[in-house]
Nanobody
């Protein structure tokens, strides 16, 4: 059974940083591409970043390019999203995703609120 658990969200001031974690069980994250998505109130879920399996190639949405980084720790079966220079518009629930054997799996999400 595949489970993804996000953590690390919270309230952060504009310009601040936070690191989100996505811990997996039932699947070896290094074997699959892992994505981070976010959804703000009243908006559709959007892709933020992803990291591929094997070569670790990364993708970032234009809105976070240069501010966010994605990495993985295979020993912990965990993927991280480091978020720097946060803006109010980064406020959203953040979810990680893996497509395993053709089916998408999502975590429960972690809320990030950027506000002074």
């Amino acid at each position: 059974q595949v489970q993804l658990v996000e953590s690390g969200g919270g309230l952060v001031q504009p310009g601040g940083s936070v690191r989100l974690s996505c811990a997996a069980s039932g699947v070896t994250l290094d074997d699959y591409a892992i994505g981070w998505f976010r959804q703000a109130p009243g908006k559709e879920r959007e892709a933020v970043s992803c990291i591929s399996s094997r070569d670790g190639a990364t993708y970032f949405a234009d809105s976070v390019q240069g501010r966010f980084t994605i990495s993985k720790d295979n020993s912990k079966n965990t993927v991280y999203l480091q978020m720097n220079s946060l803006k109010a518009e980064d406020t959203a629930a953040y979810y990680c995703n893996v497509r395993y054997r053709g089916s998408p799996y999502w975590g429960q999400g972690t809320q990030v609120t950027v506000s002074s």
